[in-house]
C-alpha cells in the first residue's frame, strides 16, 4: 500500500508531466492564446491562417487591396510583439487556367505579403513566401465559391 505522501508525490509528477503536453511545443501558452484570438488554427503545417484572395486580391491581381494592407499590418505588428517572428507565406490558387501561370501568380501573392512583414521589422531570413499553385485545395474546384476557397494566402507561424 502506497503512503499518503507517495501517493500525493506520484500526483505531482503525473500533474507536471500533463502540464507540459499543454505547452504547445516551444510557444507559451501566452503566444497561443494570441493566435488563437487572431484567428490561426493548428493544422499539420503549424498555426495557420488562411486568407482569402477576395478580403486581399482582386481577381488575377496580385497588388493587396489598400483597405486590407492595414489589417496584414496590425496582425505583423501583433506578431512582433509576441515574439512569433518567424513566418511561412503561402500562395495558393484555384484550378482555372495554366498551370504554370498559377504557380507564379501564387508566388507573387505570397511575396507580396511577405513584403508587408519585411515592412515591419521582419527580419529577411525570418520570412519565407512561395507559392503552391493549385496543387492544395481546400476545396474540390467545381463551383465559383469553391475555387474562390482556393484562392489564398495561408500565414504559418515557425516556432
Known sequence: MLSKSLKISILAIFCFALSGCLSFGSLSHKQVRILKKEGFVLTDEGWSLGLPERLLFAFNATEIKPLHESELIRLAEQLKKYNLNKVKIVGHTDNVGNPEYNLKLSEQRAQTVATIFLKHDFAPQNVFAFGKGSTQPVEIND?????????????????
Open 143 to 159: 463551383s465559383e465559391e469553391h475555387r474562390a476557397a482556393n484562392r489564398r494566402v495561408t500565414v504559418i507561424i515557425i516556432p
